[in-house]
């Protein structure tokens, strides 16, 4: 870290000025140990509009930001994250990349040994970890075996290049690999295109080692937008709303034809997930510890979220298979 950092407040920027990149320049702007020194975009009319409305400098290059920032959020498409975020980790810039880290494991796995190489902070932008409904239900997990997991929107021109497990679903494959805390043993799913080349809705049956199972099912082609994890655990029963931020937490306080039920709401914090995570981050390149969601945890999400992918492929040349053999005996 500079001297400038230690002495004051850390100097961070943003490189990618869409919608992502603009929330983070937002925040950046209202966190008080935080210095947004500039925002930088490949499209500079792009970058100099966020400069704009965000009062700050907008960088003509990317290699203007060494020695000028300490910490970066990377929010450009998936297919540069690797790129980028070990070229700022090589400058000896920290790194926040957006989800999902990266395109592929490989690059994953180049962006986990530059931040090593480097000794930098890489912090995966998972936001939901740092959802107040999520922060909630941490502290009552007690072996939990059953959930089911629904993220839906209706459709919109953004995150189109990749597929709904990497632009939605990835984000509860990461809660539940951060709350059930054991190794997926099993994934059987189904997805398909259905207003782009890319699958729009797909439904995934994960298994863990412990024997728990989990039904998570994403879609950006629905008429509504829902938001929600239910799962089950001894005599427990937990609703958590990412949207409303809160999560319900129903017991059984007598068991039998006549059962008696204790509701509870569990405290939360009314924070923006967006401002903790990035506060988060802030303060983990102060503080040069290990992030909430680190380098690891993003490629734990990503390789789930590949296996997914890879099990609704598989069903899909076997669905094929099916109807072509049905096609050539009808034919007959």
């Known amino acids: 870290m500079t001297g400038a950092a230690q002495a004051g407040k850390i100097r961070v920027a943003v490189v990618g000025t869409g919608e992502f990149g603009r929330n983070h320049a937002r925040v950046y702007r209202e966190i008080h140990n935080a210095d947004l020194v500039g925002v930088f975009d490949r499209d500079a009319n792009r970058a100099q509009a966020a400069a704009t409305e965000f009062r700050t400098h907008a960088f003509s290059a990317l290699d203007e930001l060494r020695g000028r920032a300490d910490a970066v959020s990377v929010a450009v498409p998936t297919a540069e994250h690797a790129e980028i975020g070990c070229r700022l980790m090589e400058m000896g810039?920290?790194?926040?990349?957006?989800?999902?880290m990266a395109k592929t494991l490989a690059e994953a796995d180049a962006l986990l040994e530059s931040a090593k190489r480097h000794?930098?902070?890489?912090?995966?932008?998972?936001?939901?970890?740092?959802?107040?409904?999520?922060?909630?239900?941490?502290?009552?997990?007690?072996?939990?075996?059953?959930?089911?997991?629904?993220r839906l929107g209706v459709f919109t021109p953004r995150s189109l290049d990749v597929d709904v497990?990497?632009?939605?679903?990835?984000?509860?494959?990461?809660?539940?690999?951060?709350?059930?805390?054991?190794p997926v043993t099993e994934v059987k799913a189904v997805g398909i295109p259905v207003l782009t080349d890319k699958v729009d809705i797909a439904h995934a049956r994960l298994e863990f080692a412990g024997g728990a199972v989990a039904n998570v099912t994403a879609s950006r082609v629905s008429t509504e937008r829902v938001r929600k994890?239910?799962?089950?655990?001894?005599?427990?029963?937990?609703?958590?709303?990412?949207?409303?931020?809160?999560?319900?937490?129903?017991?059984?306080?007598?068991a039998g034809p006549q059962p008696e039920f204790a509701f509870e709401k569990l405290p939360a914090a009314s924070v923006e997930p967006l401002r903790?995570?990035?506060?988060?981050?802030?303060?983990?390149?102060?503080?040069?510890?290990?992030?909430?969601?680190?380098?690891?945890?993003?490629?734990?999400?990503?390789?789930?979220?590949?296996?997914?992918?890879a099990s609704i492929q598989?069903?899909?040349?076997?669905?094929?298979?099916?109807?072509?053999?049905?096609?050539?005996?009808?034919?007959k």
């Open 119 to 150: 000794r930098r902070v890489l912090q995966v932008g998972h936001v939901e970890r740092f959802n107040p409904a999520v922060l909630a239900v941490e502290p009552i997990l007690n072996n939990p075996l059953f959930f089911e997991v629904h």
């Open 93 to 100: 810039i920290d790194v926040l990349v957006e989800k999902p």
């Open 229 to 254: 994890v239910r799962f089950f655990q001894q005599h427990e029963y937990i609703s958590l709303d990412y949207a409303r931020r809160d999560a319900l937490r129903v017991a059984v306080k007598k």
């Open 165 to 182: 497990i990497y632009d939605l679903m990835i984000h509860d494959l990461d809660i539940l690999l951060a709350l059930v805390k054991q």
């Open 314 to 331: 598989e069903h899909g040349e076997r669905v094929q298979l099916v109807a072509f053999a049905a096609a050539q005996k009808t034919e």
């Open 276 to 309: 903790a995570e990035l506060e988060s981050f802030v303060d983990a390149v102060r503080t040069r510890t290990e992030p909430r969601v680190n380098g690891v945890a993003g490629r734990a999400a990503l390789e789930l979220a590949a296996r997914v992918m």
